[in-house]
């Protein structure tokens, strides 16, 4: 028997049809799925006001229990010294830092509040209201409620309004 010289071996790898077929289909799911995982800014935008306001919610709770040691945590409004330094720092409301917008709340965040965050209160200083600088079109200011409320994305804080009260946090996201 006389061996050919000329043996084919079995074929390995893709042919050209089918690597164009296989980039096709990766094309068609990125083309139907990609949509919902590129806009997650909302998603984002969100879980930056929930951070932001689970850290007021600490931040208040510190200064309620600097209150307590001071016992001043009854009063329906009076200053208190946080660093022990002598001056008051934070106007607080039953303990609470109330919703000033000079001394208040915003006098207790720290890190990039002051160019992060745009805020407001009421007349009267009865709610606090925050959302982001890029939202708020403006960088570590006081603004018009307005500019704050037209985000529609945004923090609202109620100070503690009652002996024994405390504050409340909610979010407006309709327009994250």
């Not at 799911?29 to 990609?34: D, F, G, R, S, Y």
């Not at 002051?114 to 603004?143: E, P």
Request: with cysteine; proline share 3%.
């Amino acid at each position: 028997m006389v061996q050919h010289a000329l043996l084919r071996k079995p074929q390995s790898g893709f042919t050209i049809i089918e690597l164009v077929v296989v980039i096709v289909l990766l094309g068609v799911l990125a083309a139907t799925a990609l949509p919902r995982f590129i806009d997650i800014s909302t998603d984002a935008q969100k879980a930056v006001l929930q951070s932001m306001g689970g850290s007021i919610l600490s931040a208040a709770n510190l200064v309620h229990a600097k209150a307590v040691i001071q016992g001043v945590s009854n009063e329906p409004l009076t200053t208190i010294d946080l660093d022990g330094d002598g001056v008051d720092d934070v106007e607080i409301r039953y303990g609470y830092p109330s919703a000033s917008r000079n001394n208040g709340l915003s006098k207790i965040m720290g890190g990039d509040f002051s160019t992060g965050w745009t805020w407001s209160t009421t007349y009267g200083d009865t709610r606090f209201w925050l959302t982001t600088a890029k939202l708020g079109g403006r960088s570590g200011v006081y603004v018009n409620q307005t500019a704050v409320l037209n985000s529609g994305c945004y923090i609202l804080y109620d100070p503690a309004t009652t002996q024994g009260g405390s504050p409340a946090v909610s979010f407006v996201t309709t327009n994250c």
